[in-house]
């Protein structure tokens, strides 16, 4: 199946889904037949219009970080970054790069696949969107609305990273990203 209509087909499928989730978790003898409708139509948008949107930003982070390696001990962010000419500030330095020669050589073959990354900054920016959406709306049952939402884009979004991963992973040998 080709990419483009794949991405149209999990657009209306996350549509017709999340349209009658939201439509279920809405409903009830207190809550008005029209904001049940109109909660229901916001989700059901929102949701085939994200699924395209986030189905775009998981390839992009797939190509740039999934098929890298991150070792653990370089995920520490440097804390004290010396920029002066002195003496001292180049022992400081030749002390840090030593230690991080280091850590390189005791952390060898230790390290992440980036496919486990890949996917979070998707889904944090898709959680962060489902939720503001549903708030402007004033959606009556909103974690109920919602949670499904995240926790299934969290699950698509792994299993598609992991396939890009797979598919890649043959074409192009692992990097490592020191950083």
Known sequence: MKSTLRL????IVAFV???AW???ANSGPNIDPSMTLQSALVQGAYSGLVTLFFTLMLEYSNKRIANKCLA???MVPVLCAVHSPTR???AMRQAM???LDYSAQKAAGSCLPGVMFAPILPITVQSLFVIGVNVLNHTPNLWLTVAPSILFSAIYAYTYSITLWKNRKVAVPA???IE
Do not use: D, K, P
């Open 17 to 19: 889904f999340y349209f």
């Open 88 to 90: 001292q500030a180049s």
């Open 8 to 11: 149209i087909l999990s657009g």
């Open 175 to 177: 990097e490592t990203l």
């Open 72 to 74: 653990l001990t370089f």
């Open 22 to 24: 939201a439509y279920w």
């Open 97 to 99: 790069n030593h230690a």
